[in-house]
């Protein structure tokens, strides 16, 4: 979804020597050994990381990062307290208060990109890294290749969750090679190296599984109940697999996913396909975009199926509506899971558990 313009610095990019290993590593193929973080420094400042499979080395601490492609995944880096890092990103400001009040942040001053992102747009932010995912920038869509951030002298990070199934086969690849818990901790542990912020990362590591671990404990019921996301569609739905986010908080919080049996994260799915698999509970995503009647419209649209009147989720209004800038892979992935569980216990469909997230969303501008 389009972004508020904001001004973004107007000065002269610095002249970088790009090491030829960035762009070998950026040109090379990804192997299948997943996107789990490694790291080692150098006296020279510089650090080697494996991202989706290979490793590349960047000059650190990072000082611009131009952050792309997943609103989540910025609240990683806001919570190793890389916010003065930022030097442009894609986030609505509608979820402005969102990340300040999970992140104890003010990110209303951080320059944004609009879309579709431009070269040009990211080059004038001058960064000294690029953050994007291969289901969002690195697709190409926008025109924007991790080979022309490189022939720029940009070095590149794609997030963990996007790496591809099968490099060779380029945008066409399903995506998705690690657990989506383990995705982020690899972004958490990538980014405190990147930023000099290791100590930030371990505390943020330790505390995500703390949370998860409170998840994995509170009581279940007979059966998990079965749910459906909804990120947006009319015709059709787009909505995730086993392999992207979603999957990690729907069964983090005691359900399953309907879409369990699709290899991919993010795609399109047909309604009725949908209703073949009667979900229990549907959860609407929230763009918290400028469009005020959003959510209305999708609730209206997930009424109009005919196919699904009969289903448990329709009949019996069980819809819950949560943030999208949760649900993509990031740090926010935990609170997502804490506050799918609170709504399917408010909906009598898990046992209490005394948990709640740590916001209180409805209180959000």
Do not use: H
């Not at 420094?41 to 290979?54: F, M, P, Q, R, Y």
């Amino acid at each position: 979804m389009p972004t508020p313009a904001r001004t973004l610095p107007t000065r002269t990019l610095p002249t970088r020597a790009l090491p030829a290993l960035v762009a070998t590593l950026v040109a090379a193929p990804l192997v299948l050994t997943g996107c789990a973080a490694s790291e080692a420094e150098d006296a020279s400042g510089s650090v080697t990381l494996e991202n989706c499979g290979e490793e590349a080395s960047y000059d650190a601490p990072v000082e611009r990062i131009v952050a792309t492609s997943n609103s989540a995944n910025v609240g990683t880096l806001l919570r190793v307290g890389a916010i003065d890092r930022i030097a442009a990103m894609s986030l609505s400001a509608g979820n402005d208060a969102l990340m300040d009040a999970l992140f104890d942040v003010e990110v209303g001053d951080v320059p944004r990109l609009v879309s579709p992102i431009s070269m040009e747009a990211v080059v004038g932010a001058e960064p000294d890294l690029l953050v994007g995912s291969y289901s969002g920038l690195f697709s190409g869509s926008s025109g924007v290749t991790r080979e022309d951030a490189a022939e720029r002298g940009i070095p590149t990070y794609v997030i963990s969750d996007s790496c591809r199934q099968d490099p060779a086969a380029g945008a066409s690849s399903a995506l998705g090679t690690m657990d989506p818990w383990d995705a982020v901790r690899a972004d958490l542990e990538n980014y405190g190296a990147l930023t000099g912020n290791e100590d930030e990362a371990a505390a943020a590591r330790a505390e995500l599984d703390e949370r998860l671990a409170a998840l994995a404990d509170a009581p279940r019921g007979d059966a998990p109940p079965s749910v459906l996301l909804f990120d947006s569609g009319e015709t059709d739905l787009y909505t995730s697999g086993r392999n992207g986010p979603p999957q990690g908080i729907i069964e983090a919080a005691g359900a399953t996913n309907v879409f369990d049996d699709e290899d991919t994260t993010w795609f399109r799915a047909s309604w009725e396909a949908v209703a073949e698999r009667q979900p229990d509970v549907i959860v609407v995503m929230d763009y918290r975009s400028d469009a005020a009647d959003e959510v209305e419209q999708k609730i209206a649209t997930i009424r109009d199926q005919a196919a699904l009147a009969g289903s448990a989720a329709v009949a019996e209004d069980r819809i819950i509506v949560l943030p999208l800038a949760l649900f993509t892979s990031g740090y926010g992935n935990v609170e997502a899971a804490e506050q799918l569980r609170a709504g399917l216990e408010r909906l009598g469909l898990l046992p209490d558990s005394g948990i709640t997230g740590t916001i209180d969303l409805d209180a959000l501008p």
